[in-house]
């Protein structure tokens, strides 16, 4: 008799089971100020701010729609060009050397070499500094009056010269020096927690099987982490799309226009030339860019996912 009492109170116990829409009630009572906050404040912002950016609108906002003349205007402007190339030019390389640079400092502290802490802190305390301070103290480097190039000069080699800053073709190179001694300690922690999440097993399975450890890494340990990877990159796309601190600071878009970024162009025209129809429209192909980045990041981290 036991067997069907217990076969008869299986339904009883499935029917008391809550919705799934109804578990965890206090967490989503709890979150609702901040999605709210998000609808209203990131949401709704962002609509306002492509709304009007079919509009001329100049001090103020107004609805006197133009269509898509300010995008038209946008796109004509040399500033705007030379900001897009400049933009691309310090992503490029910026991607590139901190995935590089981070990695490579990542697996060296991984072998759990003496003082890690000490030199972990050391190279972390750069991105703790904010934008400004970091662009003046590598303003005040590259300097060629008293930066590195007074320096070496004043060792013997009187020919050496090294004034990126001052050199319309390369001061988005000195720029990127700039940004890469600030944001590669942040790529060092990120991969070095990464790394830690690996297997020892594996590393001793190479060794026995005579695996060179750059294969290791390359083929075994570089696949494993590809969640650190994609979590990466997007940190750093973001702060590339948004970067203007360390220009402002450090050249103030010049010399000329050759240093002009996107986030520059659009605080200009916002704030200073006073049309803010204009702002608008570049303010909404940044936010473009963002999308770009965000939607497959977001399609690999919880797209393919799901279909696992």
């Not at 802490?117 to 703790?128: G, K, M």
């Not at 008293?146 to 070496?152: A, M, N, P, R, T």
């Not at 050249?251 to 025209?269: L, N």
């Amino acid at each position: 008799m036991t067997v069907p009492a217990t076969t008869a109170a299986l339904p009883a116990r499935r029917s008391t089971r809550p919705n799934q829409y109804f578990r965890n009630m206090s967490a989503k009572i709890a979150s609702i100020p901040m999605i709210l906050t998000a609808v209203v404040i990131f949401a709704g912002g962002t609509l306002w701010t492509v709304l009007y950016s079919f509009t001329n609108s100049r001090l103020l906002p107004r609805m006197s729609f133009v269509g898509l003349d300010q995008y038209e205007r946008l796109w004509a402007a040399p500033r705007w060009t030379v900001s897009i190339v400049n933009l691309g030019i310090y992503g490029i390389f910026s991607l590139i050397f901190s995935l590089m640079i981070g990695f490579l400092l990542a697996a060296l502290m991984d072998q759990k070499i003496r003082f890690e802490n000490t030199f972990r802190t050391i190279f972390l305390y750069p991105f703790a500094l904010s934008f400004i301070v970091t662009g003046l103290v590598w303003q005040w480097i590259l300097n060629p009056e008293f930066g590195i190039q007074s320096v070496i000069r004043s060792l013997g080699w009187t020919s050496f010269r090294f004034d990126p800053l001052y050199d319309p073709a390369l001061v988005m190179y000195g720029i990127l020096i700039a940004a890469l001694w600030q944001g590669t300690g942040l790529v060092m922690c990120l991969m070095l927690a990464g790394l830690r999440g690996i297997d020892g097993e594996i590393w001793k399975a190479s060794r026995i099987d005579g695996i060179p450890a750059w294969k290791t890494y390359l083929f075994i340990v570089i696949p494993m982490m590809r969640p650190v990877f994609i979590t990466t990159l997007v940190i750093i796309a973001s702060g590339i799309v948004k970067v203007y601190d360390l220009v402002v600071a450090q050249t103030s878009g010049g010399p000329g226009i050759a240093s002009e970024v996107p986030a520059k162009y659009v605080y200009d025209y916002m704030f200073q030339a006073q049309n803010l129809g204009q702002g608008f429209a570049a303010s909404t192909m940044m936010l473009l860019a963002v999308a770009i980045i965000i939607i497959p990041w977001a399609y690999l981290e919880f797209g393919g996912r799901k279909r696992g």
